[in-house]
């Protein structure tokens, strides 16, 4: 049976109920026996006669439901609305990954199967209108999650794939391939495309003529090499220590470029080493941009209808009725006017709240629709009040826009109003990216540094701080080159303005004779150092 819940862990929370009515009825106990002790029972009696005994258990069920309902409100109850058929424009896209043990190599910082899901990630957001399918393959290949348009759902599958899901180590390209061939729609010769990224390792023949025949079905196949030539150990999982082969010598795992680029030759598509996350990322969009698209009938989205808000709402109608039950009898009303006035400003603070996360939402509708211009206002009527949600989400929408400028301001913005340290990082992130774009590669690195301060484990940020570093390298020795060019020319122009030299009155037979002299001394020296070097028995055969 399902739960009507998003987040079931959360309920866990509830068995705090139970105990908190055995605290309570604890703490009753304990009064009554204090009152025992204090005297005379008819004098105590006389002593509480204006006090209300009904009200501490009013008080205390009215607290309680509201403990329960905002309990039940975070685990966010919701109740499903049905399929929503959704059409657009796009094709069918199945990514095949490789999750052998050699994409735990790290030549490729933290390894080549997180950088593998780092593009992954970003190659999602971008393809909008298409759906989306998952095939993980070691030794053996599985379907992860079929064609759907529910990229959340692709996203979170994504993120469980590790070498552990498959029992098989090995790399099976073929099975992979057939895998995703048998996910499609048989009938149609186009409009679909696979995305295989691995390191080719262990690849074996069938995979090309696997490849063939789907092209020949209309199948585009794109291939990505993750790791280098150079390759790099393999760290295991299990016992935590380096892979060694049966003679306890340490696995190199090396990237085979040439197997994935055949796949890809054979299936029409590209094969792109895996170099930069954003450069590969739009090399693919690009690529699949280009293929013919056919309107796409998408009904496996469910959708829910959340109630968290009306179960939060009745908890604070119960938290403001226990402020008015008394334990004191003819309580003055000066009280009740008080917790009226506090519902009013409770009540008041929270539409304000809903208000503003209305906008941030139809924001980001507009914002997937790529209707930037109808995001940036509604994100700017929440962002002017200093929520950094919304400062975060204008600058990407400005950005979108070619407003970078504005970005960077609504970048900073961000970053001064924001309290957790991996949203102001990821602020600094996308503020670095502009100014890289804007060819303002100071700027840009010092922001990437910042970031990186406030969250060392910012991938990308340390990518794109090495590649801005290089940059301003290669732009340092330009410069160098150019000032040096000036200077000759400078120079140059300093010797034309020198009387010229006077003219040697050495005639053409003379010079010729010269010439032939000193030809005669060069081969004399060459034959000398050609026997000096052909009887050097420790000249070495190779200098790499």
Not at 96 to 124: C, F, G
Not at 145 to 173: F, R
Not at 361 to 371: F, I, P
Not at 517 to 530: G, N, P, T
């Amino acid at each position: 049976m399902i739960l009507p819940f998003q987040y079931t862990y959360l309920l866990w929370l509830l068995l705090l109920l139970p105990f908190i009515i055995g605290m309570y009825f604890y703490a009753r106990q304990k009064r009554k026996v204090a009152f025992k002790k204090m005297g005379d029972p008819l004098l105590v009696k006389e002593l509480t006669a204006n006090f209300n005994t009904s009200s501490p258990y009013k008080k205390f069920l009215l607290l309680f439901l509201a403990m329960a309902l905002i309990l039940l409100s975070l685990a966010n109850f919701r109740s499903p609305k049905g399929s929503e058929k959704i059409t657009r424009n796009g094709i069918d896209v199945m990514i095949a990954l490789d999750v052998s043990n050699s994409m735990l190599a790290q030549d490729l910082t933290p390894n080549r199967l997180e950088r593998a899901k780092q593009l992954l990630y970003k190659l999602i957001d971008k393809l909008d209108n298409d759906r989306i399918g998952i095939v993980v393959f070691a030794g053996k290949a599985y379907l992860q999650m079929p064609l759907t348009g529910d990229h959340s759902a692709t996203k979170m599958y994504l993120s469980s794939a590790t070498p552990q899901t498959i029992p098989t180590q090995g790399t099976v390209i073929s099975e992979a391939l057939k895998m995703c061939y048998s996910s499609f729609n048989s009938k149609e010769k186009k409009y679909k495309a696979v995305i295989l990224i691995s390191d080719g390792e262990d690849h074996e023949e069938n995979a090309l003529t696997v490849a063939t025949e789907m092209a020949q079905q209309g199948v585009v196949i794109n291939t990505v090499g993750m790791g280098t030539a150079e390759g790099a150990p393999i760290m295991d999982p299990v016992t935590n220590e380096l892979k060694k082969d049966e003679q306890g010598i340490t696995v190199i795992t090396k990237l085979n470029q040439q197997a994935l680029a055949d796949v890809a030759k054979k299936g029409n598509g590209e094969y792109q080493l895996f170099t930069n996350t954003d450069a590969v990322v739009n090399s693919l969009y690009n690529n699949l941009s280009t293929m013919d698209k056919r309107i796409v009938n998408d009904d496996s989205l469910v959708n829910y209808k959340s109630w968290f808000q009306w179960l939060l709402g009745a908890a604070f109608l119960f938290l403001i009725a226990e402020l008015f039950v008394s334990e004191v009898k003819n309580v003055p009303s000066v009280n009740k006017k008080l917790a009226v006035a506090f519902l009013f400003i409770l009540f008041g603070f929270s539409a304000a709240a809903q208000a503003e996360n209305e906008n941030i939402k139809l924001g980001n509708d507009a914002y997937k629709r790529k209707d930037y211009q109808t995001a940036i206002k509604y994100y700017n009527t929440v962002a002017e009040k200093n929520n950094a949600t919304a400062n975060y989400n204008l600058g990407n929408a400005l950005y979108k826009s070619d407003k970078k400028d504005e970005a960077i301001a609504a970048y900073e913005k961000a970053v001064e109003v924001m309290k957790a340290p991996l949203e102001k990082s990821n602020s600094l992130y996308n503020k670095g990216v502009v100014l890289q774009n804007d060819k303002k590669t100071d700027d840009c690195i010092l922001n990437y540094k910042n970031a990186l301060k406030i969250d060392p484990n910012n991938v990308d940020a340390r990518h794109n701080l090495q590649i801005a570093l290089q940059k301003q390298k290669e732009d340092k020795q330009k410069q160098d080159e150019q000032n040096k060019k000036n200077k000759q020319n400078d120079n140059k122009d300093k010797n034309d303005n020198q009387p010229k030299p006077k003219q040697s009155n050495l005639t053409q037979k003379d010079a010729d004779q010269k010439l032939q002299a000193l030809l005669q001394k060069e081969k004399e020296l060459q034959d000398k150092l050609h026997k000096v070097g052909t009887s050097n028995p420790d000249k070495p055969e190779k200098d790499w």
